[in-house]
């Protein structure tokens, strides 16, 4: 069982940074990759970036030069560094890990945290 919570969300004005944080706890040796998703109103939840145990990322077109992902395993927390937000950027944001601790795979979610970036 991993857990995860998430922090850092709020209210942002057009152009301005967050830094979103995810803390993992429980079976957190078995965790292969953490991400972020988000989820706008009337939209499906999409991915916005990706880190694997290994360090290699994966970022949504639509962040692409602006968001940064990261992690430190020293503290079990991966951090989204939000840059340059835009309007297109609010929706509640979710931490995601993937964990495989045998031939099976599994998913944990965060809570979710509210970003809105006003225009």
Wanted: aromatic residues 10%; glycine residues 10%; proline residues 3%.
């Amino acid at each position: 069982q991993v857990q995860l919570v998430e922090s850092g969300g709020g209210l942002a004005q057009a152009g301005g940074s967050l830094r979103l944080s995810c803390a993992a706890s429980g079976s957190i040796f078995s965790i292969n990759a953490m991400g972020w998703y988000r989820q706008a109103p009337g939209k499906q939840r999409e991915l916005v970036a990706r880190i694997t145990s290994g360090g290699s990322t994966n970022y949504a077109d639509s962040v692409k030069g602006r968001f940064t992902i990261s992690r430190d395993n020293a503290k079990n927390t991966v951090y989204l560094q939000m840059n340059s937000l835009k309007p297109e950027d609010t929706a509640v944001y979710y931490c995601n890990a993937e964990s495989s601790p045998s031939e099976l795979r599994y998913n944990f979610w965060g809570q979710g945290t509210q970003v809105t970036v006003s225009s």
